[in-house]
């Protein structure tokens, strides 16, 4: 069981970038699901969370720029990032909670890195 993070890269001031957060294995329920960030030198930080039922949370300064929202059947979820600013420059990874063969658990993926230039 994991999660794949994807969709980072370098993106300009006022860009849009979509991250995905993909679910691979053996896997029988999917419940909130999150994106959370970390610049250098920074602890990590919730950007945004979805339930299993589709509420949505985001930190203040996302609000209205961000949008997270999971696609049940592909077992993915998604944050579009519009109007990125440089401050939003940092390595993003996604969390779930899974339920697998050994009950309900935890997981974070790797990192993505958004780097949004001047």
């Known amino acids: 069981v994991q999660l794949q993070a994807s969709g980072g890269g370098l993106v300009q001031a006022g860009g849009s970038l979509r991250l995905s957060c993909a679910a691979s294995g053996s896997i029988f329920g999917i419940g909130a699901v999150g994106w959370y960030r970390q610049a250098p030198g920074s602890q990590r930080s919730m950007v945004a969370t979805?339930?299993?039922?589709?509420?949505?949370n985001y930190a203040d300064s996302m609000k209205g720029r961000f949008t997270i929202s999971r696609d049940n059947a592909k077992k993915t979820v998604y944050l579009q990032m519009n109007s990125l600013s440089p401050e939003d420059t940092a390595e993003y990874y996604c969390?779930?909670?899974?339920?697998?063969?050994?009950?309900?658990?935890?997981?974070w993926g790797q990192g993505t890195l958004v780097t949004v230039s001047s």
């Open positions: 979805i339930t299993s039922g589709g509420s949505t």
């Open positions: 969390n779930a909670v899974l339920r697998t063969s050994t009950g309900w658990r935890n997981y």
